[in-house]
């Protein structure tokens, strides 16, 4: 009950954290029967919580013991659905309870039910598939075994690719990859059960890696999202949100896989090209320019549709902005005052976010249906969400208004300026282009 509550919560918050969320490989999605989901692990409480409400089967996660300790939390997580899992290196004295977690986990699958297995056994962001544990793969395998691999456990590998899940109104996309039937492995794990844990969680880790966008740097993280905004500007008004979404995900990839092949063949041309794209950008900066405009070159004004625009929504935008001020600021103050590991901000964000504004909207109909009248109370409950969404969009246009209005008028007084900066970008596109064929030259 508490983990549908849950989910039911979370879902508008999730929503309303994030700008964007794409999702491909839905068909990989099972309907039913004993699977393991196996995802990289980047953010800790935001990776279940953003596959918990885009998952219609009810998950079990496999979590970190030591948060177990006290039958308070204990309980707790058992509601959630969590299962506690000791690591030698953190809790050596209960790595023996491991045991009859993989018979609670066999159990679960052998009743159809559906697992979450993080197998990198931590969180951390950054943009690469850490070495993985081979729970995954003894837990699928061990199931199997006890049913004569007449079980059909699937094992579905996700790809989970943020563009930041610490910042509000960031982007999202959710990589569903094929599953892997553990049955065509019956065969090796009765001649070597060891050495077919560790095939399993070695085609695991190549599935994840085809899902993922991977910087095996994180030095070069910053200049890896330099390039995509070069380069995604070419995927404009798109017909298909998740279209575009994809072939965003199929450029990063491809822009990372370059980059790591020449930051390790040829590093010095590297630095040279991070240089020159680090002093573009700080450039557009200075003139608080983007390079959508840049690379376009178009004015975007539509001064009739923005005057409407920004003339009949400024009263939504107004009782939006009085509507959430307040629990947008208390989270906000909350979330800096507490001191947490880099991986748990996006986490704490969005937690706080779904109680506390849920708390404040509680609170303010409740208000309002004693102020003005209860019958009016329930619309002005069910406003609240989208007017706050409304707001921000609202302000984001606005931003946008601003910045194409700096653009058109830096244009027509200093020209110059403008076209220097184009043939700026021009000579990193086509420097970019040839790492890019030496690249796939070397693919090939």
């Not at 508008?12 to 989901?37: D, H, M, Q, T, W």
């Not at 993985?132 to 699928?140: P, V, Y």
């Not at 070159?297 to 009782?319: E, S």
């Not at 004693?370 to 009016?376: C, D, P, R, T």
């Amino acid at each position: 009950m508490l983990y549908r509550i849950l989910k039911w919560l979370f879902y508008p918050a999730v929503n309303g954290y994030f700008r964007g969320i794409s999702i491909k490989g839905r068909s990989n999605i099972l309907e039913s029967g004993p699977i393991i989901f196996v995802a990289n692990h980047n953010s800790a409480f935001m990776d279940p919580i953003l596959l918990g409400i885009h998952i219609k089967q009810s998950l079990y996660f496999l979590a970190r013991g030591e948060a177990f300790k006290s039958k308070l939390s204990s309980a707790i997580f058992n509601f959630l659905n969590m299962i506690p899992v000791y690591r030698p290196e953190i809790t050596p004295d209960e790595i023996h309870k491991n045991k009859e977690v993989f018979e609670r986990c066999f159990d679960h699958l052998q009743k159809g039910k559906t697992l979450l297995i993080f197998p990198e056994g931590f969180s951390k962001t950054v943009r690469n598939l850490r070495r993985l544990k081979t729970g995954a793969a003894r837990i699928a395998l061990g199931a199997e075994d006890q049913k004569d691999f007449n079980l059909n456990v699937q094992i579905v590998p996700i790809g989970i690719n943020y563009s930041d899940p610490h910042t509000f109104r960031s982007d999202v996309f959710i990589n569903f990859g094929r599953p892997i039937e553990i049955a065509k492995f019956k065969e090796d794990y009765l001649k070597n059960e060891k050495d077919t844990v560790l095939k399993l969680t070695k085609d695991i880790k190549e599935r994840l890696k085809e899902l993922l966008v991977i910087v095996k740097d994180e030095k070069l993280s910053k200049l890896v999202i330099q390039i995509e905004t070069l380069y995604r500007n070419r995927f404009k008004d798109p017909t298909d949100i998740y279209e575009e979404a994809t072939e965003s995900f199929k450029l990063s990839k491809d822009i990372a896989m370059a980059v790591n092949f020449i930051q390790k063949e040829s590093p010095g041309k590297m630095n040279d090209l991070r240089s020159e794209i680090d002093r573009y950008f700080k450039k557009l900066d200075q003139l608080k320019l983007r390079d959508e405009q840049i690379k376009t070159g178009k004015n975007r004004l539509r001064l009739p549709w923005n005057v409407f625009y920004f003339i009949f929504g400024a009263p939504i935008c107004v009782y939006g902005f009085l509507a959430n001020i307040l629990p947008y600021t208390t989270v906000r103050l909350l979330s800096a005052k507490i001191r947490i590991r880099e991986d748990f901000i996006g986490s704490l964000k969005l937690a706080l976010g779904a109680f506390v504004f849920l708390i404040f909207y509680i609170l303010e109909t409740v208000f309002f249906g004693w102020m003005i009248n209860w019958y009016w109370s329930i619309l002005f409950a069910l406003s609240l969400y989208p007017a706050g969404l409304f707001t921000i969009n609202y302000i984001g246009n606005f931003y946008l208004f601003q910045s194409d209005f700096r653009y058109a008028r830096l244009f027509k007084r200093r020209r110059d300026l403008i076209e220097q900066l184009k043939l700026t970008r021009l000579e990193l596109m086509k420097a970019l282009e040839e790492l890019r064929k030496l690249d796939l030259r070397n693919l090939n």
